[in-house]
């Protein structure tokens, strides 16, 4: 007996999909069987990966729009109800740091710098979600939405608090959504990735910064685009039917390790001092 997953006869649309792990989401939802919508505000990179699933066999269209822009939003959703019949799985994987100003300290964060990184982690996604759920509201035959938040949101993130609080949010959003729309039979989820060298993160590390990454992790690795896209595959299956409202991290363990301080030597943790009772 073997157990497979099947999205065959479904419709998916995954924002951001013309590259990194939105790119490696669509392709597997679409081996999965799925009719995969690729969204990108780079036509031709959404071309791209169309073709790219045409090629497996798969079947994909290119929706080519700027996820901040309500009108565009909106539009979006229509054309994938218009062209592939229907929405069952919508995956919001746009996210990003600001364009050239990476992490900063908070005291430097001015206004604009604050509502474009809310805008591009938060706002986006929710407006996307938003669209998305009136249209599965409107078909009443359920469906799941999951956003791609990050395992910044677990830990405190000094220097980079715009990014992983605007990204806890979604994570908030996530239990809310999961609340309001469970019975209609949406369910609402979000995964949260540790590292993963897509081509941005990978322009924008060091090697020296990838090992240290690399060696803060349980399992000394760095989470690859394909183990992100397998879960969503599974996430967004009758296989999790019974999970709503949750963020599962996939990240290698990078922030479990990362919870205790490391410039804290063994002896001097709370967990060698013994019990102060005793
Ligand atoms: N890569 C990582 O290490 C990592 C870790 C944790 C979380 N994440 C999150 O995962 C998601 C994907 O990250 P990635 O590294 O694959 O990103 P990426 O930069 O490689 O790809 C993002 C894609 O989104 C598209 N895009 C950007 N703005 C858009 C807009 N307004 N409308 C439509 N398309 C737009 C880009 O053209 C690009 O193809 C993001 O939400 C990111 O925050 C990434």
């Not at 790219?52 to 009108?71: K, L, P, T």
């Not at 054309?79 to 600001?98: H, Q, S, W």
Request: hydrophobic letters at 45%; one cysteine or more; glycine letters at 8%.
């Amino acid at each position: 007996m073997s157990i497979t997953i099947d999205h065959a006869g479904q419709v998916a649309l995954v924002t951001g999909a013309g590259a990194g792990i939105g790119r490696e989401i669509a392709r597997w939802l679409a081996r999965a069987g799925a009719a995969v919508a690729v969204n990108d505000i780079r036509a031709a990179n959404a071309d791209a990966v169309v073709a790219e699933i045409e090629a497996e066999g798969g079947r994909a269209v290119a929706v080519v729009a700027d996820c901040r822009d309500d009108a565009q939003v909106e539009l979006m959703v229509a054309t994938v109800l218009d062209r592939l019949g229907g929405l069952d799985i919508a995956v919001n994987n746009i996210g990003m740091l600001p364009k050239g100003r990476g992490t900063m300290p908070f005291v430097e964060m001015d206004g604009a710098y604050w509502r474009d990184i809310v805008e591009q982690n938060f706002v986006l996604a929710a407006l996307c979600a938003r669209a998305e759920a009136r249209a599965l509201l409107a078909q009443g035959r359920g469906g799941v939405i999951l956003f791609v938040t990050s395992g910044e949101t677990t830990r405190p993130s000094p220097f980079n608090s715009s990014y992983a609080s605007s990204k806890a949010a979604l994570n908030h959003l996530t239990t809310s959504l999961a609340v309001e729309l469970g019975p209609d039979g949406i369910r609402v989820l979000a995964i949260a990735p540790g590292t993963t060298l897509t081509e941005s993160v990978r322009a924008a590390f060091t090697e020296e910064h990838v090992a240290q990454i690399v060696g803060s992790t349980a399992l000394r690795r760095m989470v690859e685009h394909d183990e992100l896209a397998r879960l969503t595959v599974f996430l967004t299956s009758d296989l999790a039917r019974c999970i709503t409202g949750q963020f599962i991290l996939a990240d290698a363990g990078a922030f479990l390790s990362r919870t205790r301080p490391r410039n804290l030597r063994h002896d001097e943790t709370e967990l060698t001092k013994g019990d102060p009772r005793a």
